[in-house]
């Protein structure tokens, strides 16, 4: 099936290879085929993991769609460190995205809204904290242990079974809270999958205005949108200016036309025209700076358009703190273009 090459198949990622890992464990030593099998889905990981992001800790779907991904995530490293003896969970994704989380779906806020799912989920769920906790545990990291306790504390739902499972397997390590999220600068970039969190106040998400940005060099395939250079804006952990639709099925005309279509999202037309789907038609982020005053950012469409004549499309957004926000766009065509 060419899976190792299949980047964008979405479940296989998220489950199929999961289970099919997990017959080839419990099979071993027991079928005559099952050392194959095991071969092969430990080389596929060390060498495709992790498929959507880098080293800074991003997830090109988004954080709604990383969801799917968490057991897969949590129980591969665990099966192959008790055949190996070596510790998978020890690459920089794991390190770094806890801080994806504390950025991007702040306590009590909607979350930044890229991608398939994200508009309509409030709440952080148990198995996203356990997830937090977990990897923040695991390499010490206060803020993301602070994080995870913090939505754990008004949460009712349970955790899924496999990770249930995961939880009695992993003895949870002691770290040392901080008081409040205070010391993390207020914004944060990854670059890995383009996207950028500025804040104003991530310790309360009752007074923090929160601008999200995405210009990511994945492109937009499978649960990405094409919206590179697109910014949200939220508010007291609401939305106030931020992509709309809804995601009723993936593929209907709603989904095509506007929930996944450039025009549904905060970003630039030209002639009426949007971006593609596609890994051609990326941005990135070409600078991020931070100080306790203001941040700002530079993103970069100009290959996110095919082949409307667009040749030139640079975003930068300055939030001068406490609260302005200043867009401004660099735009050139082949023609005499409208924007919109």
């Not at 002691?174 to 207020?186: H, N, Q, R």
């Not at 590179?228 to 931020?242: I, V, Y």
Request: aromatic residues 12%; charged residues 20%.
């Amino acid at each position: 099936n060419k899976l190792e090459g299949r980047i964008f198949n979405a479940h296989v990622w998220q489950h199929v290879l999961m289970e099919a890992a997990e017959i080839a464990f419990a099979t071993l030593g027991e079928l005559p085929d099952a050392r194959t099998w095991t071969v092969y889905v430990y080389e596929l990981w060390l060498n495709r993991f992790p498929t959507l992001g880098g080293d800074d800790g991003g997830w090109t779907e988004g954080l709604g769609y990383l969801a799917v991904n968490f057991e897969t995530m949590l129980l591969m490293p665990q099966r192959l460190n008790q055949l190996t003896g070596a510790d998978f969970y020890d690459v920089p994704w794991y390190r770094n995205v806890p801080s994806f989380h504390i950025y991007g779906w702040p306590n009590r806020s909607v979350s930044a809204g890229f991608g398939d799912g994200d508009h309509a989920t409030k709440s952080i769920s148990a198995a996203r904290a356990y997830f937090v906790e977990t990897l923040g545990r695991r390499f010490g990291n206060p803020q993301a242990v602070k994080y995870a306790e913090t939505v754990m504390a008004r949460k009712s739902d349970s955790l899924p079974p496999l990770l249930a499972w995961h939880r009695l397997r992993e003895p949870a390590a002691k770290v040392a809270l901080p008081a409040l999220p205070s010391e993390l600068p207020l914004s944060r970039a990854f670059r890995d999958v383009g996207f950028v969190a500025m804040h104003t106040d991530l310790a309360d998400s009752q007074s923090n205005a929160f601008i999200a940005f995405n210009s990511c060099p994945f492109g937009a395939s499978g649960h990405m949108h094409p919206c590179q250079n697109a910014f949200n804006l939220m508010l007291g952990g609401e939305r106030l200016f931020a992509n709309s639709g809804y995601y009723i099925a993936y593929g209907d005309a709603h989904f095509e036309g506007w929930y996944h279509n450039t025009r549904g999202h905060n970003t630039v037309l030209i002639d009426d025209q949007g971006q593609p789907s596609g890994s051609d038609a990326w941005g990135w982020v070409a600078r991020h700076a931070d100080s306790r005053s203001m941040a700002y950012c530079l993103g970069d469409a100009s290959r996110a358009y095919g082949k409307t004549g667009l040749t030139r499309f640079r975003r930068h957004l300055v939030l001068l703190r406490p609260a302005t926000l200043v867009i401004y766009d660099e735009l050139e065509a082949d023609h005499d273009a409208q924007w919109s």
